[in-house]
């Protein structure tokens, strides 16, 4: 509504007579009346005479956003989500997810605070608080547990309630808990896990494997106790699964798990299984319409449409991280979308539908090296597999959630200028407001990065960078960083607090949700609320009960 600025006219003189004194003491003449005063002008409007509240960017953007969520319509009836994806992030802290949107942004030449990643479109977000049962700063095996579970337990217990002890196969008797996966398998709906690390690590191994040590990844791993009480390690546990007709997709690195001791793997490496079993043959075995992938080609070559049970192990150990990831030849690694549309395309064969758990496990391991570009850029690898996530499915009947499993000791501080390069040195804006040329430097005159960790190795400017880290000395503590190109792949953060390695933070993470029961995800929830939403969104238990 346009306004005008009222200005009153006001009269030069009054008609009031002013009093003089004379000298004979008469009274002077009445002066003349002055002239009236001219109006005043219309006062301008926002800008440029027009309606600030229709070209304010910023005002029309966060207008959009209420009308948008307005129209949000989420079917809360039980069972209604014929899929349920769950996307983890492990070590996916706000901090993370903040600073990878920045650079995300400023990769595609933004200023990159205005980005959002894919995830950060869905409609609903709230918090998770990650700690563990013995643990206010939690691991990964406690947290995916409660997840995948419904129960929260133990630091390094593997889909098993609390009342285990740590490493002893014994106190395991009663103590599993059924995972959603599994519950899946028993109800007919396809499942998958996709990890870019070992798929026998903690947060895949949760989805259906049962220990009270995440270590105990292959049958070399296990302590002379857990053999004698009859435990099994994680990848034998992956192979002997029997709920429903078997865990469809599996991919991920870890190859040296499943194979044994006397066999070379493409990359030349020799398994590590020492009681002879080829987990491998004995999968394609195991399974019709079955198929084994080594590397990206051998993946991209499959028929989806022929395969039913697909096993990927795309390394030794754990997948490249994403920057280093190859394409070519028998040591490339096909990227986290590329495993997310291939489960997808295989799983959504099934009518009664599916249930896939994707982790970007290695967005943690750069996070304990100090390594912030590589844990980055594994972040907006997450963000291009859920965008395939969004794109192959339907919000309608796919409940989609993106969350993290625990956070880490990872900063974003300083007052850099806006669109300040978010791996740089530190810029300010001048006394003008303009963005400083200047390093803004510390009470020593030295200046530092936007980005660093509260612990960990420390500084170190290598040729590759990641997990080359650990064979250098730690090196906490302030350097002079003036010809540093601290951008560089290759150079780790500093850290206050020297440690071998960077850890684990206990702050809450986020969780991005979309498709029925995604409102249920709103405000501050334990882990283990994950599950329950998606129980009650899919109706896991119910379909399981009733298919037995």
Known sequence: MKKHLLVLSLAAALGLGLTACGSDGDTGAAGSNGSNGTDGVDGSDGSNGTDWTNVNAWFVDGQNRVANAQSLTINNEAGKAKNVILFVGDGMGVSTVTAARILDGQLKGQLGEENSLSFETLPYAGLAKTYNVDGQTPDSAGTMTAMVTGVKTDVGVISQAQGVTRGNCESTSGQNLMTAVELASIAGLSTGVVSTARVTHATPAATYAHVPERNWENDSDLPDEAVTYGCKDIAAQLLDYQYGAGINVVMGGGRRNFIPSTMTDPEGKSGRRSDGRDLTSEWTTKYVNSAYAQDRDQLLAIDAAATDHLLGLFNSSHMDYDYDRTEDGVTGEPS???????????????????????????????????????????????SEAVRVAMEKTSASDTLLMVTADHSHVFTIAGYPTRGNPILGLVKGNDANGAPSVLNSTDNNGLPYTTVGYTNGRGFANLAMGGDERYGYDIQAGRVDLNYVDTQSAGFHQEALIPLSSETHAGEDVAIFASGPGSHLLQGTVEQNHIFHVMNHAAGLVNQAQAAQ
């Open 336 to 382: 986290l979308a590329e495993m997310t549309a291939k489960s997808i395309d295989i799983l959504k064969k099934n009518d009664k539908g599916f249930v896939l758990i994707v982790e970007a496990g290695r967005i943690d391991h750069a996070h304990h090296a100090g390594n912030a570009a590589r844990a980055l850029h594994d972040t907006i690898a997450l």
